[in-house]
């Protein structure tokens, strides 16, 4: 008869579970082991079981389906929690085993005890608990269903002496493996929103994540409305390619062209989105959202007309509203122009001038665009990496974007890469690391030797936590406690198995890419980057303005005043001077 252990796994394999990210403990030994004796499913050796979490939350938004991490009791699987908050956030489906203490020993204070049901209970839909041998195949089918039906994190906890011990049923069929539903608002809610979408003069579209797999529809509505699409970050990889509707992105991270077409708006109609600036929504103008998830409508602004759907299949049933609607461009065209030279504006500033150092940011970010492959997959670290990545990476139908957008955590790039490259062998996978998210989880440089995983880490070294300097700056604070003392990365990675590569003027930088994308390992290019890039928003509020000009004053009367003409030399006197 097959132990509780095995009879999971099975379950894993018929569903298409293809990889397990983790570290092995005792606790997880039977399971382990399980997988030790099959060839049907991969153990993915992790450095730190947050990476495992990032690592299989990166699987799961390629493909869509399920994937797995396993941790071992008590603080094994404590660190999970960042990487499945990660997770569950940006609403992908991963199941966590977090293997627990012997059963009799539950509820003493044993070593290594904690309450899994308490820890997990932010980070998840459902957590189980498998107590007694008969529970794992219904506690698990409902785990797994519940994880791949609302797109999220479940857990199953198991007790080590209950996955060693005998199985009482065979594994089940789940009954589906993937969440294919499609929602279609109801008649009355879509005339509603026609009504609002006729009478508009000005209509913007803000497209998010949801739009996946709705291009086409999307471009369809937006030639009828003759509206501008402005995408949110989540969404660049599935609305800005081949899209000449598209003005850009708004946001803290986006452009002045995405801020000026949603404010000049008349009618927003935001579809698949839940982009949380709420500061950054028109006034005065009628709102209609989308969003399969009911209550996520109305949560950031107000809006006139919720449609609960998805987004293809409610365009489809919105168009044919919608074709008395008179055609008038000059929204349009204006919004079109102006993206058109805010676009000239950014690329201006991606320049590299021989024999200057460090390098501006901008260039780095825009010769990656040019010299990745046409499918690569990009992981983005939260920071300044991620501000490069939305204004000069570019997407084409085939490239695929992955970062923390929404839990906004430190280090995700690197694991979220290693999850990538498992699952991709062959493709290109780029890790854009700042220097404090690489120093975080520095130890899955390892899990890529051990692994053999090919992935290429681009890291953006400015020696400094760039973009907390910026707000503190902002807000009109001398930056304090955001200095980061780093070795040469380039010579870590060497030390730990990689291809190291150094990066100090702008002429080298293209050959070194050149020599990591054609090494078939792992690489690692450490890129000295400009410590005081302005990542400037769409727009500067007058407090944002005041507390900068104190910044200021406070830098030079505290004896800093370097720094300021360091800012000054970055930002203003290398550009003028044609660097």
């Not at 404590?78 to 956030?89: T, V």
Request: charged share 20%; glycine share 8%.
């Amino acid at each position: 008869m097959a132990t509780v252990a095995e009879v999971l796994i099975e379950t894993l394999v018929q569903v298409g579970v293809k990889r397990v990210y983790g570290l092995p403990g005792d606790s997880l030994n039977a399971v382990t082991d399980t997988i030790r004796k099959r060839n049907d499913i991969q153990w993915v050796h992790v450095r730190n079981e947050e990476a495992a979490a990032f690592a299989a939350g990166a699987e799961a938004h390629l493909t869509g389906e399920i994937t797995v991490c396993a941790g071992s009791c008590g603080p094994g699987n404590l660190h999970f929690i960042n990487g499945l908050y990660d997770a569950h956030r940006s609403r992908v489906p991963v199941l966590a085993l977090a293997a627990q203490i012997p059963t009799i020993e539950i509820g003493t204070g044993y070593f290594q005890e904690t309450s899994p049901t308490h820890l997990f209970k932010e980070c998840s839909h459902y957590i189980g608990e498998v107590n007694e041998a008969d529970q794992l195949p219904r506690v698990l089918g409902i785990a797994m269903r519940t994880a791949i039906a609302q797109r999220g994190v479940a857990v199953v906890v198991l007790p080590g002496n209950i996955a060693l011990a005998e199985a009482t049923a065979a594994a089940h069929a789940l009954g589906f493996s993937r969440n294919d539903a499609r929602v279609v608002p109801g008649e009355e809610s879509l005339e509603k929103a026609a009504e609002i979408l006729l009478h508009a003069r000005r209509v913007t579209i803000l497209a998010g994540a949801g739009c996946k797999g709705a291009h086409k529809e999307l471009l369809a509505l937006a030639e009828q409305l003759q509206a501008p699409i402005v995408h949110a970050l989540r969404g660049k990889e599935f609305v800005e390619y081949d899209n000449p509707y598209d003005v850009g992105m708004t946001g803290l991270l986006g452009f002045s062209s995405g801020y000026r077409a949603m404010k000049r708006c008349d009618a927003m109609l935001a579809l698949g989105t839940d982009f949380p600036y709420t500061q950054f929504y028109p006034e005065g103008a009628k709102k209609i959202q989308v969003d399969v998830r009911g209550e996520q409508i109305g949560r950031r602004t107000t809006v006139d007309v919720g449609l609960i759907g998805t987004v293809k299949e409610t365009i489809e049933a919105l168009l044919p509203l919608l074709d008395k609607k008179k055609k008038n461009s000059s929204h349009l065209k204006s919004c079109l122009e102006h993206y058109k030279d805010t676009r000239k504006d950014l690329d201006e500033l991606a320049v590299g001038k021989p024999g200057s150092s460090p390098l501006h940011p901008e260039f780095v970010a825009k010769v990656l665009n040019e010299m990745a492959t046409d499918d690569a997959v990009f992981t983005v670290d939260v920071g300044t990496p991620s501000i490069w990545a939305a204004r000069y990476l570019k997407f084409n139908g085939k490239r695929r974007l992955i970062g923390s957008w929404v839990h906004g955590t430190m280090a995700c790039a690197l694991p979220q890469a290693l999850g990538a490259q498992a699952t991709f062998p062959e493709r290109q996978v780029i890790s854009m690391s700042g220097d404090g998210g690489l120093a975080m989880l520095m130890g899955e440089l390892l899990t890529a030797v051990q692994n053999k995983l090919p992935v290429k880490i681009i890291v953006f070294n400015n020696q400094s936590l760039a973009f907390v300097e910026t707000e503190m700056m902002a807000a009109g604070i001398v930056p304090f406690g955001t200095d980061l003392r780093n070795p040469d990365f380039s010579t870590v990675a060497t030390a730990c198995g990689l291809l190291g590569v150094r990066v100090e003027q702008p002429e080298q930088l293209r050959a070194a890419l050149d020599q990591a994308f054609a090494y078939p390992g792992p690489a690692l290019v450490d890129v000295l980057t400009a410590r005081r890039t302005l990542s400037m928003p769409p727009t500067i509020s007058a407090q944002q303005a005041m507390g900068f000009g104190l910044y200021l004053s406070k830098a030079v009367l505290n004896g800093r005043g370097d720094e300021v003409v360091d800012l000054a030399k970055t930002n203003l006197l290398d550009r003028i001077l044609g660097d």
